[in-house]
């Protein structure tokens, strides 16, 4: 790969066309054909493994052996800002490149947040959440000019708290500092539970982790932002995950997304990206083998990944939104509360919600230049409608939240006619609230659930429905980018229930169409990608939590 110069000029990345192996029409067939074929449904979920032994799970820790070590320090202990301070610019000091500042941003991010045990069982739990707990999503990072760090690209291995250098970099004498986190997924991690709908929830993981490396971001001051115009061929070759002697035998690993930290601290001071073509030379380890015995096979993920993978696109701007959230009145310090994060197995039925917290948790999923919407360069693609069971002050229902203007005429046309579309009174003016129609929808929305009361007795559940024909339509591949945008909304939703002394659980498994049917949709304008609740946690007792590493 070619050096950059001094100025960092642009690269010229191959052709849009020399990386396609589909035409657009057969890529968005196969990507339409592969979402019928995963959705659940009554009588037929979609098709997955018929057993399960979790003493034969994947290894949740993927490792390069024979690459060099870094062990880093844990110091989100030291930080102060709390998740209030994150929300207010210029609250949080900008800290500058070094090891210690990049140790903190992935021990936020993608380190462990705990062990628990359980009987003869014991696990591990991490900052950024993952369906089943399976965590498919690896992160990596490129650095150049970070004092104690190597030039090169290196793997994150949360179980350890270290990095594992794949290669080195050649050097740019008077270049600047940078660091770019890589991500990918190992949808086998997924499969082996879920089959053939898990390469939807490594999409909604890779949204969560966008989210928790923002939020991780926001504690060191910095800003951060995807890298768009990143293809899936360059991103693989950067990452070293097209090198095929290194995955000998191993599980394979699907680039997805490419963002840069950036330490100015206002949008408007974010200097325009320079497209950094690093020199990589002497990479080393080789994968570690996850699943000695995998018991099946689904090659319809394979076809859904190939369909979806992303060209050589240009740089998008980030949305312009003069908006800004509302401050969460919330003084915990945002290193604690991000890792005490963790996802309910029940909810307390008979709690009910205050509304100040409801309209805080809606606020914060409003477009804005807030973070963590300052990282998303797309519109608004993903609305929620919101199943409303115990809240004061608010009615139980269906509610709509439409996140752009544009969406809500779509959303009224495209459902139920009888649909009510009233504001509640006591709405915030600036939140886009409506109800659709009164109903006590609890039983129903368990079943909806694939029969899962946890969807029942929180304060509400929602459904994150996506504008689906129109982005597909000539950019097949923004099928992963609507889920990476529910999963950013998921990882909000997480932090701010957190926030309110509350707890939230995302929700995979829902019979896709009889929710549709439920909101009177007819054709796949909408598609429901998503589900979510919130609540108050009952707790497990028996369950013992520990240290994440035994440094602590």
Known sequence: MSRDSDEEQSAAPPPAAAEATLSAAQALAQILAYHQRSKHRPDRYAAGPETLDWSAQPNPFREYDGAPRILLPLNADRLSASFAALHIPGAVAVQPLTLDSVATLLELSFGLAAWKEYGPDRWAVRCNPSSGNLHPTEAYVICRHIPAIEDGVYHYLSRDHLLEQRCRAGDTPGAPARLLVGLSSIAWREAWKYGERAFRYCQLDIGHAIGALRYAAATLGWRIRIIDRCSHRQLAQWLGLDRDVDFSGAEREEPEALLEIDLAPHANQVPPFRFWEPELT??????????????????????????????????????????????????????????????????????????????????????????????????????PVLFVHRLTGLRPGIYALPRSIKAQAQMQAAMRPDFLWRKPADCPHHIALFLLAEANLGQALRAISCHQAIAADSSFTLALLAEFDAPLQDAPWRYRQLYWEAGLIGQVLYLQAEAAGLRGTGIGCYFDDVCHELLGLQDTAFQSLYHFTTGYPVTDARIASLPPYPRT
């Open 282 to 383: 002497n990479w080393q380890g080789c994968a570690n083998l996850l699943d000695a015995h995998p018991m099946y096979r689904w090659p319809v993920i394979d076809e859904v990944t190939l369909a979806s993978r992303k060209p050589f696109t240009q740089e998008s701007l980030p949305c312009a939104s003069s908006a800004t959230n509302r401050v969460p009145a919330c003084e915990i310090p945002a290193a604690v509360l991000i890792r005490q994060r963790r996802s309910a197995q029940r909810f307390d039925a008979g709690f009910t919600q205050d509304i100040s917290s409801f309209y805080q948790m809606l606020d914060a999923l409003q477009i804005s230049s807030n973070i963590p919407w300052d990282v998303w360069n797309e519109p608004a693609r993903v609305h």
